[in-house]
């Protein structure tokens, strides 16, 4: 079985999985009593509140947690697989994972609403207009997932990113501004932490009518990685404006990848680099000691602002 949990690491949180395929005899064998006990000593050892999502693989351990555990009072859920039609089927297919606002829209095109209608379109359909993405869509819906829990599974970063819900619709450039800029002060922030630079930077966004979906998700190649805030956040709005089509916006995102490591630089001449870098390294000293609202810019404490609200909150909920 696979226990899928958030684990606080440093001062993030991040996704787990489980394999307790050999230990679960010494909880009677019931996956709720372990959840439990996961929650307890967490709670007791740090005061963070764990969501625990069980299922017989990892695709379906992390939607019970993300769709079910997060929203129920216990906090645990155990997603079965002859029980998706009750549970997960029923969802719009946006909630799935690995659906972005690209793909939902060209599966609703196909009139493909819900996550179980997605698991009842004929394999060789999806295969034929996506190849094997289609399949492991078509796998996903269906909670099959062959994959094995491994100790190097996240050796290897591929992008270090956040995204944020907003708390209402965003229509202006000059609000979307202020939470992109966080977003790209957080993403280099953890870069730095990690000594990874990275040279592909990403922005999506999305509206909050699921109905008719609006937003993009692009990408853009630099010459040099870099993980300057300043840096990053001159191409994250050359492409949020490039690609944004004026409408409201519900939920942006920033992702740093193409990660090296930072030992080796290229540095140019009258490049303001090392000056920004040091100013954005002692904001990461402060920050790790007294907290990340501990030094802000002016627009974070504007009605726009989202820092001082995420600073409360762990994993999107609040302490």
């Known amino acids: 079985m696979v226990y899928n949990r958030k684990q606080l690491v ?6 787990q999985h489980l394999d307790v395929t050999g230990t679960i005899h010494l909880f009677g064998g019931d996956p709720a009593v372990m959840a439990a006990r996961i ?3 967490v709670m007791r050892e740090t005061g963070v509140r764990v969501r625990v999502g069980i299922g017989s693989n990892k695709v379906l351990s992390k939607m019970a947690c993300d769709h079910f555990a997060k929203k129920n009072e216990s906090g645990i859920f155990e997603l079965k697989k002859n029980k998706l039609a009750d549970t997960l089927w029923p969802l719009h297919v946006s909630k799935m994972f690995m659906v972005g606002s690209r793909m939902t829209r060209h ?33 996903i819906a269906n909670g099959i997932d062959d994959s094995h829990v491994s100790l190097a599974t996240h050796h290897t970063q591929k992008e270090i990113g956040h995204h944020m819900t907003l708390p209402r619709d965003y229509k202006t450039l000059e609000e979307i501004k202020i939470p992109l800029q966080e ?8 870069a730095r932490a ?16 699921f109905d008719r979906p609006t937003g993009f998700h692009r990408q853009r190649k630099l010459d040099d990685p870099t993980y300057v805030a300043a840096a990053m956040y001159k191409t994250v709005m050359e492409l949020f404006q490039l690609h ?14 193409g990660l090296v490591s930072d030992q080796v630089v290229q540095l140019a001449w009258f490049d303001p680099y090392e000056e920004q870098l040091a100013l954005e390294r002692v904001t990461d000293q402060i920050k790790a000691r007294y907290g990340n609202t ?13 820092a001082r609200d995420r600073a409360e909150k762990i994993g999107g909920h609040y302490k």
Do not use: F, Y
């Open 10 to 15: 440093g001062n993030r949180i991040d996704e």
């Open 39 to 41: 929650q307890q000593r």
């Open 107 to 139: 599966l609703e095109v196909m009139g493909v609403h819900t996550i179980g209608e997605l698991a009842h379109t004929p394999l060789a359909v999806l295969r034929r207009r996506w190849g094997v993405n289609g399949e492991v869509l078509w796998r």
């Open 183 to 190: 977003l790209t002060e957080l993403v280099c922030q953890r």
């Open 194 to 209: 990690k000594g990874m630079m990275g040279k592909v930077i990403s922005v999506s966004c999305r509206g909050a009518d």
């Open 244 to 257: 944004w089509d004026g409408m409201p916006v519900r939920s942006i995102g920033v992702s740093l990848g």
């Open 294 to 306: 501990a030094i802000m810019r002016a627009s974070s404490v504007t009605a726009s602002g989202q």
